[in-house]
């Protein structure tokens, strides 16, 4: 039976809400005992309109000077849900709390700031989010003083500011993704007024460059753009992260060109859609594959990007990335569906024949590239020989890995008023046997290095052995062997000794006249 959808209507009673003042910096109403201090609220329709205004590059400082010393003695935690975009902004937000003097905890009882910093791509990670609400509340009973933040994708949808302030008015900030600036302000007036202050922008934020970043171990994440102008009808992205935007060439590479300079091993270039990046300039044509060829002459031994759109993935970035060096051969390419009238619902613009064919220029230009995807399942309307189309171009690509999903609705989506009609087994069911075939591949794949010789990134530990390291390949396979801590940070040479499916073993090679096979 299909999933009965959530009836949202019990979060719009705002009957007993009465506003208390109202003027051009918000309004404050109360709801069930608590005041809340609106400054601006997530609006759907605003956020589907594309304006026409131009984006504003902001070199400001996040932290003014008197909210510098407001954390001093504090702690906070910060829990990150969803992409590596939210884990990006997660080191933004840490790296304004420590300017204002707080410091990092893993106990909650010592925390005196938590935030959630949330995802909205499926329903599973809002679930996830609400139920950690729940435990929340207790502390917050325990410890009045305690500010709990929700902020990120989630934070941009009504529904679930409307949710928050009916069911959860022990919140106290809940702020979006186009003004995370504007934390350190929130923060102050939170703990001032007592009140919870929502700010959640629908309009699109300029893009704010200078903001402090907390990063920690080896692998550092640059965002290159922001927003998504694709509208595919599943996806609630355009409307949580807004219109594309670039941050300017000068001040990406001056980025990369510091993270250098601190040592950083590897950098993931960071956007909604990488590929798009440049098309919104209007002043200079500069492309992503310009950005890579500049990049890639930068002194960081690995470069990576993700996630790139097939539609936007043109020869001269094919062309850029051939050139090997310090641009790896791992490439994520969502693909979605396998079925050309399941990828023309989806809104994907492209079909499985123009996928096959990037599939086969890359594989082409980039010798051992590894190729990793997307995949929903049981998207309204699916037929069983749809889902057979997939299987077969998972099969004809040969994907090492991919992050596979079963359709749920997003509301605000032009897919969410489709007629959901596949049932939940057979979406169940269609998942296993995706994910068998993926298995099938990655096995393969990795039972094809055994024997070689592998340049391997040592991360850290194995969280089940501290005898044993872990530490991932070009192609960002994982490997286990053993070796003492003082690798850690380090680049070693493996050798391929066994191949589970989703990790490789190996052993150090010390002295060798055989040098580590490139494509991986």
């Known amino acids: 039976m299909a999933k009965e959808t959530k009836d949202y209507?019990?979060?719009?009673?705002?009957?007993?809400?009465?506003?208390?003042?109202?003027?051009?910096?918000?309004?404050?109403?109360?709801?069930?005992?608590?005041?809340?201090?609106?400054?601006?609220?997530?609006?759907?329709?605003?956020?589907?309109?594309?304006?026409?205004?131009?984006v504003q590059v902001l070199y400001e400082t996040a932290v003014p000077e008197e909210l510098r010393g407001i954390g001093n003695g504090k702690h906070y935690i910060v829990y990150t849900y969803g992409c590596q975009m939210n884990e990006h902004d997660s080191e933004t937000i840490k790296g304004m709390l420590e300017e204002m003097g707080y410091t990092p905890t893993e106990d909650r009882k010592e925390a005196d700031i938590i935030l959630l910093n949330t995802c909205a791509i499926r329903e599973n990670a809002e679930d996830k989010v609400f139920g950690e609400l729940g435990h929340l509340k207790h502390l917050k009973k325990e410890k009045p003083g305690l500010l709990l933040g929700v902020c990120g994708c989630m934070s941009q949808e009504e529904n679930v500011v409307n949710r928050i302030m009916q069911k959860h008015g022990f919140v106290d900030i809940i702020f979006g993704t186009h003004n995370l600036h504007r934390l350190p302000h929130l923060v102050k007036e939170a703990l001032f007024s007592k009140e919870m202050v929502v700010e959640v922008w629908s309009k699109e934020g300029d893009i704010i460059e200078n903001l402090p970043k907390k990063r920690e171990g080896l692998r550092a994440w640059v965002n290159i753009m922001y927003g998504c102008d694709k509208f595919c009808t599943y996806c609630i992205v355009p409307m949580t992260r807004g219109k594309e935007r670039s941050r300017r060439p000068e001040d990406v590479i001056a980025e990369v060109r510091d993270l250098a300079r601190q040592g950083f091993k590897e950098i993931t270039l960071l956007g909604q859609n990488v590929n798009a990046y440049g098309k919104d300039f209007t002043d200079i044509s500069y492309s992503f594959a310009d950005l890579m060829d500049d990049i890639r002459k930068i002194d960081i031994p690995r470069i990576r990007f993700t996630t790139s759109h097939p539609r936007d993935f043109d020869d001269h970035l094919v062309e850029v990335l051939s050139k090997g060096g310090n641009l790896v051969e791992h490439i994520h390419l969502p693909v979605q569906s396998g079925s050309n009238e399941i990828l023309k619902i989806m809104g994907r613009k492209y079909t499985r024949e123009i996928y096959l064919e990037l599939v086969r220029k890359i594989k082409e230009a980039v010798p051992g590239v590894v190729l990793t995807t997307d995949i929903i399942v049981g998207f309204p309307g699916e037929t069983e020989e749809q889902f057979e189309e997939t299987l077969s171009l998972v099969n004809e690509v040969g994907f090492d890995s991919a992050y596979t999903f079963i359709y749920s609705p997003r509301e605000g989506t032009p897919a969410a008023v489709m007629e959901d009609n596949v049932p939940m087994e057979v979406k169940s069911e269609r998942l296993q046997r995706l994910n068998r075939a993926i298995e099938v591949h990655s096995r393969k794949s990795h039972e094809n290095l055994r024997g070689q010789i592998v340049e391997v990134l040592v991360e850290g530990e194995s969280k089940n052995n501290a005898s044993v390291l872990a530490g991932r390949t070009r192609t960002n396979k994982l490997v286990h062997f053993e070796g003492g801590k003082e690798l850690i940070g380090s680049f070693v040479n493996v050798?391929?000794?066994?191949?589970?499916?989703?990790?490789?073993?190996?052993?150090i090679v010390t002295e060798t006249n055989e040098a580590p096979a490139l494509a991986h």
Not at 27 to 36: F, P, V
Not at 496 to 507: L, Q, S
């Open 495 to 507: 050798k391929i000794t066994d191949a589970m499916t989703w990790y490789i073993k190996g052993e």
């Open 9 to 54: 209507s019990k979060y719009f009673d705002f009957s007993d809400a009465k506003v208390l003042s109202e003027d051009e910096h918000g309004k404050t109403i109360r709801i069930k005992g608590r005041e809340i201090h609106i400054i601006s609220e997530p609006n759907h329709r605003q956020s589907k309109k594309r304006r026409r205004e131009e």
